[in-house]
C-alpha cells in the first residue's frame, strides 16, 4: 500500500503563485509515475501534470503549460507543483496519485486511469 499526503493549497489571487507538495509513504516503486490532477465542482478529474520517478519524462495539460511546473524529490519520496500565473479557471481540489508496482513509467501518463493511489487533495482556490 502506498500513502499520499498533499499540502500547499490555498486561496490566492489571479496572477498568483502557490507550491503544492506531495509525499508518499509505503512501498513506492521505483520506476512509477507521479502526477497532479484536479477536480471542479460537477467536473470529471483531470491531469495536470506528471513525472516519471526515473526517467526524464514530464507531460502537461495544455491549459497550464508554461504556469505550472512539476518536479520530483525521489529521496523524499516527494513531487512538487509550482503554480504561477493562476487563473480563476484554476479553482479546483488538486489530487496528487501514483502509478503501482510493475508499471514502469517511460513516457509520463496524465490519464487518471493509470493511477492506482490517491492522496485526500489540497483545494486551489483563486478570486479574480
Do not use: H
Not at 17 to 40: D, E, H, V
Not at 84 to 105: F, H, Q, W
Request: proline share 2%; with cysteine; net charge positive.
Amino acid at each position: 500500500q502506498v500513502q499520499l499526503v498533499e499540502s500547499g493549497g490555498g486561496s490566492v489571487q489571479a496572477g498568483g503563485s502557490l507550491r503544492l507538495s506531495c509525499t508518499a509513504s509505503g512501498y513506492i516503486y521505483a520506476s512509477s509515475c507521479m502526477g497532479w490532477f484536479r477536480q471542479k465542482p460537477g467536473k470529471e478529474r483531470e491531469g495536470v501534470a506528471a513525472i516519471s520517478r526515473r526517467y526524464s519524462s514530464t507531460v502537461y495539460a495544455a491549459s497550464v503549460k508554461g504556469r505550472f511546473t512539476i518536479s520530483r524529490d525521489n529521496a523524499k519520496n516527494t513531487v512538487y507543483l509550482q503554480v504561477n500565473s493562476l487563473k480563476p479557471e484554476d479553482t479546483a481540489m488538486y489530487y496528487c496519485a501514483i502509478t503501482g508496482v510493475g508499471r514502469t513509467c517511460m513516457v509520463a501518463e496524465l490519464s487518471p486511469d493509470e493511477y492506482n493511489y490517491w492522496g485526500q487533495g489540497t483545494q486551489v482556490t483563486v478570486s479574480s
